[in-house]
């Protein structure tokens, strides 16, 4: 390997100039620079710094100025070891608060703990009012989950931040402790180490706050409401601990929300970002009545809340009401376009396009949905956009088109071939090209013999194809693989009854997968359905209806009106097979049982 020394010592010297110029008025005064004249401003403006930092050296302890060469040249050669050793010691005969901070710095960089501890205390002793001297140890002493010794630099953190700026270091305290190995000891080191904040008026509400969110880290929630409700009743307009009593909503803890609320209703206007994150809240919590009152307070507060107009219109479109929630996300378009851009509105901007190419497809505007799908420019979503559009060109008879558009797709990381593929595939099923699609996985499988996910697709094209037979070979390679993988038990045990195929064989599969999953909707509905085939029909309505209620979905009500028709119950079977048309009036199980029943709606 050929080293530049030129380059290297160009850089040292940079390196020094940046540490010893602070230390130029303690030696004397520079040479002044010599003017130059004829040549490029660059070169001028190069050799010219280059100058000064040779001048500075000179004029400075030529022992002391060698030593800082010799542990440059150490720290570039990967020797940090004696680096550190000669800057602090440097450090220490200077008291210069700069090379202080490098000997800890390339202590840090060696991941020499130790060292750098020694560092950042011998620069704390040196400067005891260094608020950067503190942060580093403290730091540090955190990194080593040293919590015990962490009070005194911790203490003297707060007491160096300026009064206006003390709040904010509040706030970081629970980022700072969130690696401690022990955060019960951390929650209750630091409350006893500021226990003076915890009373002052300018300083409770915030002190309480960062009290809450380490007892919440520590997973003491009854603790941090605690620390809250102390915060809140100290200062009421603190929106610190509001922001932990969002985090604690809970139906078991009512007490949070009351808070959040009555300070939002109290404050005009309130934090935008914390009734956002309410909103947030009530949608996680399916309140969206209670979601939608608050994002129209917000919107009425500050109408230029962009990211409040997409949340808006998706719940408006959740809704079904498509034609505000097409308003709400053109407005929220036109207000993200004017920010600067980055990763969030890029994301946003496509979910908005996304949605909106959705409401114009719904009323079989295909070009206007094309046109959205073609402002999405975010690669994160652009295999998704790309899909609506192969789909909205297959929907034209235009499938070939379709899916040479995922073929052009670029491959940004490793999975981006295999995603593709996956993309075609899904796209030939959906228009029942099955056959080309099995062939499109099986050439996958060649390449990933065991990858399980294209063997599953693989099987549930077979089935399609009326190749029973092979599903169930292939169904069951894919349990081989993965014992646990419920999908696999659940389709064969469907396939099984569908067909009124060994049904106590297909029950124990299903049973297997409800075991797996015994949430899921769908695999309750598999097995009400086996049930039924079984002729339990009491078990299977039973099933079935809370299969329907968890997920309302068209194949489910496909078979909960069969069950509620063999029974007698023929007005409400017609209901619920009506419900099943609206969500998707295309579902193949639902159609072919509304015409083998003769039902008419």
């Keep these: ?66 030593q800082l060469l010799i542990g440059e040249i150490s720290a570039n050669a990967g020797e940090p070891a004696p680096a550190v050793s000669l800057i602090l010691d440097a450090a220490q005969k200077t008291k210069d608060a700069q090379l202080y901070q490098r000997a800890t710095e390339l202590a840090l960089q060696s991941r020499s703990g130790e060292a750098a501890l020694q560092a950042a205390r011998a620069w704390k002793q040196a400067h ?56 019960k000891l951390a929650a209750t080191l630091v409350e006893q180490t500021l ?126 009401k498509s034609v505000l929630a097409e308003t709400s996300l053109k407005q929220y378009v036109a207000l993200a376009e004017q920010q600067t851009p980055g990763d969030e509105s890029s994301r946003g901007l496509a979910q908005a396009f996304l949605t909106l190419a959705q409401i114009a497809e719904k009323r079989q505007d295909l070009a206007g949905a094309d046109a959205w799908l073609k402002r999405i420019e975010n690669p994160e979503m652009l295999m998704q956009a790309q899909m609506r559009r192969a789909n909205l060109l297959a929907k034209q008879g235009k499938l070939q088109e379709g899916l040479q558009l995922i073929r052009d797709l670029p491959e940004l990381k490793e999975s981006d071939d295999r995603s593709k593929l996956m993309a075609q595939a899904t796209l030939l099923k959906e228009f029942k090209q099955y056959l080309p699609a099995y062939e499109l996985i099986a050439q996958a499988i060649v390449q990933a013999p065991d990858d399980i996910e294209l063997i599953y697709e693989q099987a549930m094209t077979a089935e399609k194809l009326n190749r029973l037979d092979e599903m169930e070979q292939l169904l069951r390679r894919v349990i081989k693989l993965k014992p646990d993988y419920h999908a696999a038990y659940n389709a064969l045990g469907y396939s099984l009854a569908d067909r009124n195929l060994r049904l106590t064989e297909a029950k124990v599969l299903i049973q297997k997968a409800v075991a797996f999953a015994p949430t899921d909707p769908f695999i309750q509905d598999s097995l009400g359905w086996v049930e039924y085939r079984l002729g339990n029909q009491a078990e299977a309505l039973r099933l079935l209806d809370a299969a329907f209620k968890a997920r309302p979905d068209s194949e489910i009500s496909a078979h909960l009106g069969e069950v509620l028709w063999s029974m007698g119950q023929r007005e409400r079977a017609q209901a619920i097979w009506k419900e099943g048309r609206l969500l998707n009036p295309e579902n193949e199980t639902l159609l072919e049982t509304l015409k083998r029943l003769r039902s008419k709606l």
């Design 128 to 183: 005891p009012k260094s608020i950067e001297a503190s942060r580093y140890t403290l730091q540090i002493l955190l990194a080593l989950n040293r919590i015990t010794e962490t009070a005194e630099p911790l203490k003297s953190l707060v007491e160096l931040t300026p009064t206006m700026e003390r709040l904010q270091t509040f706030a970081a305290v629970p980022r700072l402790y969130a690696r401690a190995g022990d955060k």
């Design 195 to 320: 226990a003076p904040y915890f009373t002052q008026p300018g300083t409770a509400g915030s002190a309480w706050a960062m009290a809450g969110r380490l007892r919440l880290a520590a997973g003491d929630t009854a603790g941090a409401l605690e620390a809250a409700n102390r915060g809140h009743a100290a200062d009421a307009q603190a929106e610190g601990p509001v922001l932990v009593a969002l985090e604690l909503m809970d139906p078991k803890r009512p007490q949070a929300e009351a808070m959040v609320s009555q300070y939002l209703a109290r404050a005009t206007p309130a934090s935008s970002e914390l009734r956002m994150a309410y909103v947030r809240n009530l949608l996680n919590a399916e309140r969206y009545p209670n979601a939608l009152t608050q994002l129209q307070i917000l919107l009425k507060e500050k109408p230029d809340f962009a990211q409040g107009w997409l949340v808006l219109g998706s719940l408006q479109l959740q809704e079904k």
């Design 1 to 66: 390997m050929v080293i530049n020394y030129h380059g290297l010592m160009k850089k040292i010297l940079w390196t020094l100039a940046g540490l010893w110029l602070a230390l130029a008025p303690m030696a004397g005064r520079t040479a002044p620079a010599e003017p130059v004249t004829g040549k490029s401003p660059a070169t001028s403006l190069e050799e010219h710094q280059t100058k000064e930092a040779e001048n500075a050296s000179s004029s400075l302890d030529a022992q002391l100025f060698y």
